[in-house]
């Protein structure tokens, strides 16, 4: 969870110089939920339902124009999924 933090206030980093660039902001959400029952030994069986993500992506790109004759073009990227 701490990384999906740093990601998110790198990102919004690089946004906040930028913002005259007109960043486009793009995603992808890959989620599943699971449910399922586990009865550790000797207790009773416990229901259990988790929402995980699978290869969820998450980025920044744009276009800026730095003369008549040249831009720069950029983008980064994120894959925001569970670690174990």
Do not use: C, H
């Amino acid at each position: 969870m701490k990384r999906n933090l740093i990601a998110l206030a790198v990102a919004a980093a690089f946004v906040v110089p930028v913002a005259n660039a007109a960043p486009k902001v793009y995603g992808k959400l890959n989620l599943s939920a699971e449910s399922y029952k586990k009865s550790p030994q000797g207790k009773a069986e416990e229901k259990y339902t988790r929402l995980q993500s699978n290869a969820s992506r998450f980025g920044v790109k744009g276009e800026d124009e730095l003369t008549a004759n040249l831009s720069a073009v950029y983008g980064i990227e994120w894959e925001v999924g569970n670690r174990p």
